[in-house]
């Protein structure tokens, strides 16, 4: 069984860019989260599913950042006109329906 | 007052030593609380969960909660080396299927 995947591991792009990120969960979880943290700080939450369904979305993830989980298996995270302080760890987790949630290796974004 | 509290550090305790260490949260309506383990540069891996008041025992670990005081623990018995890491306190307000609210962690450093 392999655990939470997401690709790229690292991303440097130029502010104004448009960057997405994927990651793929353990084979049969069905709810999938997008967190985000930086230095010294833990994760915080941006959105999740279950399943294909985006059922919560955090009020602080702008207009610039979209996800799709478009058949409930893999997930993909776009930010859109990156800006500097876009600059973060971007970490997803998926869990079976009421379970523990398990973290992938995360990718890393640079906005220079 | 942040959600989840935690203290920064940085913790140092002797190798073979008990590592306590101490979360505090403002939800009364919590349910889920869970404990993660991070090292410089790696995404966060669970380590312990708890739903119920008391102590619950995995291994070297013990997870704590006093819900009445808000209150929940990690012990980490004979501390080695490799427990050196950042500690990040969790909580949910279902039972493990929402999103996770984290506290900026507590930096563990064991002494040999």
């Known amino acids: 069984d392999t655990g939470v995947s997401q690709d790229p591991r690292h991303k440097i792009t130029k502010r104004g860019q448009n960057v997405t990120f994927r990651c793929d969960p353990i084979s049969e979880h069905n709810r999938l989260y997008w967190y985000r943290q930086t230095l010294g700080q833990g994760p915080e939450f941006l959105t999740y599913f279950q399943n294909e369904a985006q059922l919560e979305k955090s009020r602080l993830l702008s207009d610039r950042f979209s996800a799709e989980r478009p058949k409930g298996s893999f997930s993909t995270l776009e930010i859109q006109r990156t800006e500097q302080g876009d600059s973060a760890m971007y970490l997803c987790a998926s869990s079976y329906s009421y379970n523990e949630q398990f973290f992938g290796p995360g990718t890393r974004l640079t906005v220079l | 007052q942040k959600e989840v509290e935690q203290n920064s550090g940085p913790l140092s305790v002797p190798e073979g030593a008990i590592a306590s260490l101490n979360c505090t949260y403002s939800d009364r309506g919590s349910q889920s609380f869970f404990w993660y383990r991070q090292y410089s540069g790696k995404s966060p891996e669970l380590i312990m969960f708890i739903y119920s008041n008391g102590d619950k025992e995995d291994g070297r670990f013990t997870a704590q909660l006093n819900k009445a005081s808000q209150y929940v623990s990690l012990l980490i018995r004979d501390s080695q080396p490799s427990d050196s890491a950042t500690y990040l306190c969790?909580?949910?307000?279902?039972?493990?299927?929402?999103?996770?609210?984290f506290g900026t962690g507590t930096r563990l450093t064991i002494i040999p």
């Open positions: 969790a909580v949910t307000n279902g039972f493990g299927n929402e999103k996770l609210t």
